[in-house]
């Protein structure tokens, strides 16, 4: 069912990786006439063009987009019981985590009368994108709401589709989630025309705009993202998910089969690689998935997820040459089976999360394990971070210098002034110490 890529007795360069690897991944760029006007549209006409939007691609037309405060309320008296304890264990475990990411103001002493001291400033307000499409995503609520609440927030919104199911509300469980987190801000609006009321906002409607929009989405989302960068702050630019599984013969063939269905039935184009060294392994896990991927209810999406050109298993010779070509891959998710999991795992350099042995699966991390599981795909945990406290964070400097502390200095600055030529530089130094 999966793809084979044989890399034994194979040179592994991170040049010839990227050539072999599989990957799927989306082109921006292919939507970006498409999202464009909608942008535009909506910055030009705020609401009332967003609406329009949402008629047209949602089905429904909200009266408004603001959501009324009663029915976010009502979400939480029809959520089940079940459900609601697991959400609220979700929340308490993800803002344990988060609270500690939280960085402490740090003072360095450059000499007598010379500090700089690092301080760190809470973005003033955010804007965070939950999808609605082919699933329900109550943990991307989670995942968003509760980390920028850490980092001392003040003032959030959270923007979900409307759904035709639920009079043009987002779903239901959505709201119910936002009102534990005690998020009193929820708009009806998904897509592209999410992303542009949020960076545009709209006076008139009462919408104000943010400073920062984080949250994952399709390839529309992610366009409108990379459109109103240059004015707001986004996170990265969300991909299909992938996961990739480094293991050696002592892997349960059928948890990493399950492992591998359980991510590609996101989406038609999401990944499932499977890296080892064991050719059995290899070939129990592919007859493990063929037998057990019509287990979901999203066989048919599984399916054509697993059989893509962006998954596939990759034989290598041992495991030190499986932990290169993972850090090539850099996966969203990488889960380690192998012997000596955490020494394994804390050899990789290169992954968005990095799930220790057979007892911290994916779908952990997806829900309650307490990280975070917004994080980079498409291969760009190679220099991108999944979403934390630190992204609703911006490290400040405060320099505090006395006279005798900018003496000490004063010919270096007034040097490299003259070298830039720059002299107005240095005459403002001057002008502090030689008078």
């Known amino acids: 069912m999966l793809n084979t890529i044989d890399l034994r007795n194979t040179e592994l360069t991170t040049s010839a990786l990227r050539k072999v690897l599989p990957r799927g991944g989306v082109n921006v760029e292919s939507v970006a006439g498409i999202v464009a006007p909608v942008v535009e549209a ?124 639920h009079d043009g509300l987002p779903h239901p469980t959505v709201l119910a989630t936002c009102a534990l987190l005690g998020v009193s801000e929820v708009w009806a609006v998904g897509g592209a025309q999410a992303v542009a009321l949020m960076a545009y906002g709209d006076d008139a409607a009462g919408l104000e705009p943010v400073d920062m929009i984080t949250g994952p989405g399709n390839i529309f989302v992610a366009a ?45 184009m999401a990944a499932s690689v499977l890296i080892t060294d064991s050719e059995f392994l290899a070939q129990r896990v592919d007859a493990e998935v063929e037998a057990r991927y019509t287990a979901t209810t999203n066989a048919e999406r599984a399916a054509e997820a697993l059989r893509g050109k962006q998954s596939g298993i990759i034989l290598v010779d041992d495991i030190n040459a499986g932990i290169r070509v993972a850090d090539a891959y850099a996966a969203e998710h990488l889960e380690v089976h192998t012997r000596h999991a955490r020494t394994v795992a804390e050899r990789i350099r290169h992954a968005g999360a990095i799930f220790v042995g057979e007892f911290s699966p994916v779908p952990l991390g997806d829900y309650a394990a307490g990280s975070n599981h917004v994080l980079p795909t498409s291969g760009t945990a190679r220099y991108g971070a999944g979403l934390s406290t630190h992204t609703f964070l911006r490290p400040v400097s405060l320099i505090d210098y006395d006279a005798t502390g900018l003496r000490e200095v004063a010919s270096h600055v007034i040097a490299f002034a003259d070298a830039e030529r720059l002299p107005a530089h240095g005459e403002a130094i001057r002008a502090r110490t030689e008078r």
């Not at 939007?53 to 603001?66: I, K, N, S, T």
């Not at 609220?88 to 009368?113: D, N, S």
């Open 42 to 165: 909506v910055k030009a006409g705020g609401e009332s063009a967003a609406l329009d939007y949402g008629e047209r691609f949602d089905l429904v037309r909200p009266a408004v987009v603001q959501v009324p405060a009663a029915a976010i309320d009502a979400a939480v008296e029809v959520l089940e019981p079940h459900v609601r304890a697991a959400i609220e264990e979700a929340i308490a475990r993800v803002r344990k985590v988060h609270v500690e990411q939280v960085p402490q103001p740090h003072t360095t002493q450059l000499g007598e009368g010379a500090t700089v001291t690092e301080v760190f400033a809470p973005i003033e307000r955010v804007g965070l994108y939950v999808p609605g499409g082919q699933a329900v995503y109550p943990s991307s609520v989670v995942m968003n709401v509760v980390p920028a609440q850490a980092a001392g927030v003040e003032s959030l919104v959270v923007a979900s589709p409307p759904q035709a199911d």
């Open 224 to 268: 409108a993202k990379r459109q109103v960068s240059s004015f707001v702050g986004v996170d990265a630019e969300a991909g299909p998910t992938e996961i990739a599984v480094l293991a050696d013969d002592s892997a349960d063939p059928v948890l990493v089969a399950y492992d591998l269905i359980s991510q590609a039935e996101h989406d038609p």
